[in-house]
């Protein structure tokens, strides 16, 4: 439609007319009623606590039947989410109710990352809805929405005020999700400490800047009730699922030595402001704010990150087939970039390595270069000492010879004078020259040892 055709319309002037009689549109309202009944309706409670706070008795309690309680442990190494889905039903409206619990929350000695697994979630969520949106069939009729519409945050009674864990998660959740905080077990604590206690909740909640969720009051019929509940914010909740009889009547109540607690008694406790609130007054304004609040930023921003932006008044109309072009060839650029990043590491990589390798050649090569050497010296040693005991062999063998050749001659000479009377003189010349024989031979080895010693 061309602008100055809308303007057109714009500046038309819109006419009252009376109808002759009944037409039927008035009948639009119940349409939807009945249409949205047929459909059924979806509701899901996220409970944030510590382990064993109350969380499974107060949703039993608010539902008023018995849902499936897993009893959680206090040796969780980090926080995970159960969710689990019912199918309730109350008249003819259908309800598909799931809550989630978040087990092992504030078990851990390190708390620093215990909102995380908790925010995951609830994004997750809006991913799965919006992926279904931006689907070319979708079934957005049928689909089972598992967006959070309420956090329960329930704050331990026994604390001066909030701890930095609730603190911090509330404040990380805030932006993501509708939070009511809610004071458990609050039979534990006196009328007067319980006063107390939620001021100073308000106050810390407040000075930290967390947004709790506030019960609306721009719709006139429910104005005062919820201006007035949100004065009493934090409730303090009291869950029980035992039945006790007080008078001529059977209430939900926990019983003690001195007396009883009655849940549903609003002098006892908020349970009832809490039930009120949560599902009989606001819970579509919950499932509305999800949508259009909470579900509508994620989107946002999403969007925004995927490239998509609105039409700009001044500007040019946005095209949906444009910022796809645009996007991808932003991706194709970045593609191209990342590639020639790791082409680029990846040549540099193997120039560092052809360097080590030939650093390494170099080593290699002036070591075979020293044995080489030190080889050679070690043969030419060798080769001396060679020479050297050659020498001495020879040497040896002349000695030897000259010794023989001596002890030949003495031999001989005496067998020559077999019959010299002088025995005494022989057997002394024998032993002469036998002793010379020996002599030659022990110098000539008491010489090669010493040499030897010497050259070791
Ligand atoms: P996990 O699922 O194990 O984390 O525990 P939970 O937070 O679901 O707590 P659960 O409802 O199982 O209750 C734990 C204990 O607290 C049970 O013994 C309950 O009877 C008790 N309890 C629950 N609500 C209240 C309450 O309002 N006041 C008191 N005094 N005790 C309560
Ligand atoms: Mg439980």
Request: hydrophobic share 35%; net charge negative; proline share 2%.
């Amino acid at each position: 439609m061309a602008a100055t055709e809308v303007d057109v319309f714009a500046n038309e002037e819109k006419r009252n007319l009376e109808l002759g009689g009944h037409v039927g549109f008035d009948s639009l309202p119940d349409q939807l009623v009945s249409k949205s009944v047929a459909q059924g309706f979806c509701f899901n409670i996220l409970c944030v606590g510590e382990t064993g706070i109350g969380k499974s008795t107060l949703m039993n309690t608010l539902f008023n039947t018995t849902f499936e309680n897993e009893e959680g442990s206090h040796y969780e190494s980090e926080v995970h989410l159960r969710p689990q889905t019912y199918d309730l039903q109350e008249s003819n409206v259908n309800l598909k109710l799931t809550i989630v619990h978040t087990v092992g929350f504030g078990d851990q000695i390190n708390k620093e990352e215990s909102y995380k697994p908790i925010l995951e979630y609830i994004d997750a969520q809006f991913e799965k809805f919006l992926e279904e949106e931006l689907k070319i069939k979708r079934s957005l009729y049928n689909y089972h929405d598992t967006r959070i519409h309420i956090c329960l945050y329930f704050i331990a009674p026994t604390g001066h005020s909030l701890k930095s864990l609730d603190l911090v998660t509330m404040k990380k959740l805030d932006s993501k999700v509708n939070i009511i905080p809610v004071i458990a077990k609050a039979d534990t604590v006196s009328k007067s400490e319980l006063d107390k206690l939620k001021i100073k909740i308000m106050s810390e909640l407040v000075s930290n800047g967390v947004q709790i969720y506030q019960f609306p009051t721009e719709d006139e019929a429910v104005a005062e009730i919820n201006s007035s509940m949100n004065t009493h914010l934090p409730f303090a909740v009291v869950g029980s699922v035992e039945d006790v009889k007080v008078g001529n009547k059977m209430v939900k109540a926990r019983l003690y030595p001195w007396g009883s607690v009655q849940v549903e008694n609003e002098n006892h406790c908020d349970f009832v402001k809490l039930r009120e609130m949560l599902l009989r007054v606001n819970m579509e304004d919950l499932r509305e704010q999800t949508h259009a609040r909470h579900y509508e930023l994620y989107r946002r921003c999403k969007l925004e990150e995927m490239g998509f932006k609105d039409t700009d008044p001044d500007s040019q109309s946005f095209s949906l087939q444009e910022t796809y072009e645009a996007k991808r060839k932003e991706f194709l650029v970045e593609l191209q970039r990342k590639e020639e990043e790791m082409r680029q590491m990846f040549v540099n990589k193997v120039k560092e390595t052809e360097a080590e390798l030939k650093e390494k050649e170099k080593e290699l090569h002036e070591r075979f270069e020293q044995l080489k050497r030190m080889h050679q010296d070690e043969k030419k040693n060798l080769e001396e000492k060679r020479r050297e005991l050659e020498e001495e062999m020879n040497a040896f063998n002349r000695r030897k010879v000259a010794a023989e050749t001596l002890m030949g001659q003495a031999l001989q000479g005496c067998s020559q004078q077999p019959f010299k009377k002088d025995k005494d003189k022989k057997k002394l010349t024998c032993q002469t020259v036998s002793q010379a024989g020996a002599l030659l031979f022990t110098f000539d080895w008491s010489h090669r040892c010493s040499r030897h010693v010497q050259h070791r």
